[in-house]
T-cell receptor, first 116, second 110 residues
Framework: GAVVSQHPSWVICKSGTSVKIECRSLDFQATTMFWYRQFPKQSLMLMATSNEGSKATYEQGVEKDKFLINHASLTLSTLTVTSAHPEDSSFYIC????????????FGPGTRLTVL | QQPVQSPQAVILREGEDAVINCSSSKALYSVHWYRQKHGEAPVFLMILLKGGEQKGHEKISASFNEKKQQSSLYLTASQLSYSGTYFCGTEGPSWGKLQFGAGTQVVVTP
């Protein structure tokens, strides 16, 4: 149980285009999903917290107009990187948890974004 | 604020033991441990809640000292499969989200 999927696994796009990444909880309902960014050999940096049916809460320094997050259902959250630039290239990972305060966060397999 | 993990890296021979520490300057409600292999997502190992919990799974165990705001992960009789980067994630009393440490790279050699 507790499987989280991400799609796509990797994407290469041209500078200036927008990219959408999907995060799905396959066998549980996720009231909260998190989006992280990870650079090579670095830690997981939380970008935003997404609650079903409400606006995402962004961490300090994360541009909400650039990283659009939608949590339309209890099993799906999407991250759209708008007008992507090479510096947006990174490993994006989502996680999902149920409604309990200390419930485990289960991570998706991640999406490798490369912007040319 | 990001918790501090130590050491940054450790190299072990199969069968040896290691300890990874995670400390925070803020009051903690829980500590979560994950292991990540190269190019993959983090895999959940265990959660420790305030109250001085200790937990274990096979030969990996952990403790949480809420007074000292620190947790330790113990790798006992390490196996090759233990190789990876270990992250602690800390959760405060009112945060609802995790702050991750910089990670500890563990390499287990035959």
């Amino acid at each position: 149980g507790a499987v989280v999927s991400q799609h796509p696994s990797w994407v290469i796009c041209k500078s200036g285009t927008s990219v959408k990444i999907e995060c799905r909880s396959l066998d549980f309902q996720a009231t909260t999903m998190f989006w992280y960014r990870q650079f090579p050999k670095q830690s997981l940096m939380l970008m935003a917290t997404s609650n079903e049916g409400s606006k995402a809460t962004y961490e300090q320094g994360v541009e909400k107009d650039k990283f659009l997050i939608n949590h339309a259902s209890l099993t799906l959250s999407t991250l759209t990187v708008t007008s992507a630039h090479p510096e947006d290239s990174s490993f994006y990972i989502c996680s999902a948890k149920t409604s309990g305060f200390t419930d485990t966060q289960y991570f998706g397999p991640g999406t490798r974004l490369t912007v040319l | 604020q990001q918790p501090v993990q130590s050491p940054q890296a450790v190299i072990l021979r199969e069968g040896e033991d290691a300890v990874i520490n995670c400390s925070s300057s803020k009051a903690l409600y829980s500590v979560h441990w994950y292991r990540q292999k190269h190019g993959e997502a983090p895999v959940f190992l265990m959660i420790l809640l305030k109250g001085g919990e200790q937990k274990g799974h096979e030969k990996i165990s952990a403790s949480f000292n809420e007074k000292k705001q620190q947790s330790s992960l113990y790798l006992t009789a390490s196996q090759l499969s233990y190789s990876g980067t270990y992250f602690c994630g800390t959760e405060g009393p009112s945060w609802g989200k995790l702050q991750f440490g910089a990670g500890t790279q563990v390499v287990v050699t035959p």
